[in-house]
Nanobody, 116 residues
């Protein structure tokens, strides 16, 4: 069974930066793509960015130019570098990984709070 463990969330002032990490362990399936979603109180979970094993990255418009997703295939780890953070980026951020055999996995999430 694949487990995803996120880290790196916290409290930061507007304009600041945070780096999230998500490490996958267990299972013998290939995970592709891996990505990050976020969910603010009262809102639906939404995609932030995803990255494929070949390095192709896809970003939602609201983070383009501010966030950078990357992955270390050897370590089965995906990162999200978040710069120029805004109060509206406040949410719980979830790591997601899709199995190449079908199905997907979610982490427990890590809270990001941006103060104005």
């Amino acid at each position: 069974q694949v487990q995803l463990v996120e880290s790196g969330g916290g409290l930061v002032q507007a304009g600041g930066s945070l780096r999230l990490s998500c490490a996958a362990s267990g299972g013998r399936v290939s995970l592709d793509p891996m990505g990050w979603y976020r969910q603010a109180p009262g809102e639906q979970r939404r995609l932030v960015a995803r990255i494929f094993s070949d390095g192709t990255a896809i970003y939602e418009d609201f983070v383009k130019g501010r966030f950078t997703i990357s992955r270390d295939n050897a370590k089965n780890t995906v990162y999200l570098q978040m710069n120029s953070l805004k109060p509206e980026d406040t949410a719980r951020y979830y790591c997601n990984a899709e199995s190449t055999l079908g199905g997907g996995y979610w982490g427990q999430g890590t809270q990001v709070t941006v103060s104005s």
